[in-house]
């Protein structure tokens, strides 16, 4: 009996119409990937993404194209460097480049090398430009110096920075009790939410660093409380010049009316009022939300009252009519929110209103935030834009390829 290869031509001739299909909608997504990144690029300028409240540009952008943190990220990191690699922003926006692709040179690639990599993404994979990424020479630095044991503080108007220089044996015991503490708090993330690729979009950010060094602070700080019961962790000493009303931390800086309203919604304040330098009087002090309201405002809400915002740990209790005008630490009045966001509020950069239950929130600008997507269903015809080519597929030579190598600078010695 004769085989016939009708089957197999059919089959051909179907993936070959559906690849081509693919490479025109491929072509098209990379122009509107690229004006996506000129919108991101208006977004950045003058800090415009900062007046929603979002905690950066790209939790902004992943919240209003609904999209997720990683490809926000990679259309921030093309937007903040499409100065730097014209050339490959030129061919995502003439179809030929993927998102990927210039995402992955606008991260890793040093100024200057435009061209080269321009050249080498119309026919590598996003793998084998990160592989070609990491086989550039790294610029020559002279080994660092033993540094002496310090410790030291810079504050400016916004953060305190400390500087910690310890010897290597120290450090190791300081970098052990650090990964210890991250640990814990990458385990009790996987717990509430899974894995990392797989967590939902209103899932709080992935522990960090900073988050894990808190907690070692936090923690010393718990067992110093237990050896010493009769001092008060959340005790915040505010002292208050009654002509002037101008106020200040216990040995510490002067202090403005919105960061005085942030201290005292969630802590023990003893207000000290002052004339001429001389105490005359202190004032009723506050006291921390109860565990019992606590627990009630967990269970109504359990993330950051501010739409976009997933951040469900360390929450703070706002009052939303604040307590030194009066209103009472009652679950109708207190909602609760992130450090970030309530600080933004107590800035005016947001507003909280309404009773707890039902909470609006709004912008600089009076605008109503609000969680969903800007994503709509197009008005208009998809942009004329060539079938994308795409990588060529073919094993790379590596030992045949010449990285990137920087132009010496010149010297006027």
Not at 81 to 90: K, M, N, Q, T
Not at 255 to 270: G, H, P
Not at 361 to 387: E, H, I, M, Y
């Amino acid at each position: 009996m004769a085989i016939t290869s009708e089957p197999r031509v059919g089959q051909d001739a179907r993936i070959g119409a559906l690849f081509e299909r693919l490479a025109e909608l491929q072509g098209q997504r990379n122009v509107i990937d690229a004006q996506i990144v000129d919108v991101v690029r208006e977004l950045e300028q003058d800090d415009l993404w900062a007046i929603t409240g979002a905690r950066s540009l790209e939790t902004c952008v992943a919240w209003k194209t609904g999209s997720s943190h990683s490809h926000a990220k990679a259309l921030a990191e093309v937007a903040r460097r499409a100065d730097v690699f014209p050339r490959c922003v030129a061919g995502l926006r003439e179809g030929s480049l993927s998102l990927d692709q210039v995402a992955v040179i606008a991260e890793k690639a040093v100024e200057g090398s435009d061209e080269h990599y321009a050249g080498l993404a119309q026919a590598a994979t996003v793998s084998q430009l990160r592989t070609a990424l990491n086989l550039a020479p790294r610029p020559d630095t002279e080994p660092p110096s033993e540094p002496e044991r310090s410790v030291t503080k810079i504050t400016d108007d916004e953060f305190a920075i400390w500087r910690v220089k310890l010897p290597h044996v120290e450090a190791a015991v300081f970098d052990a009790a650090l990964q210890s503490h991250l640990d814990a708090l990458v385990a009790e993330w996987k717990r509430a939410h899974g894995e990392r690729d797989s967590a939902s979009e209103q899932a709080p950010p992935f522990p960090t660093v900073a988050d894990a060094f808190m907690r070692l602070v936090e923690h010393g700080w718990d067992a110093d409380a237990v050896a010493r019961p009769h001092g008060h962790r959340t005790t915040v000493v505010v002292h208050l010049d009654v002509e002037s009303q101008i106020g200040s931390l216990h040995l510490g800086p002067a202090i403005s009316e919105a960061e005085r309203q942030y201290l005292t919604c969630d802590a023990r304040v003893e207000t000290w009022f002052e004339r001429d330098g001389k105490p005359i009087g202190v004032g009723r002090e506050t006291r921390e939300i109860p565990r019992r309201i606590r627990r009630a405002l967990e269970r109504r809400q359990s993330t950051c009252a501010v739409p976009g915002c997933g951040a469900t740990r360390g929450l703070h209790a706002h009052h939303i009519w604040h307590w030194e005008k009066g209103g009472p630490t009652e679950l109708w009045n207190l909602v609760l929110v992130c450090p970030f966001h309530h600080r933004l509020h107590h800035r005016k950069l947001i507003t909280i209103s309404g009773p707890g239950h039902a909470v609006t929130v709004t912008d600089v600008n009076g605008r109503t935030l609000d969680g969903s997507s800007v994503a709509r269903p197009p008005t208009g015809p998809p942009p004329q834009a060539p079938p994308y080519a795409g990588p060529t597929g073919e094993r790379a030579q590596w030992k045949w390829y010449v990285p990137f190598t920087p132009r010496p600078q010149r010297s006027d010695n």
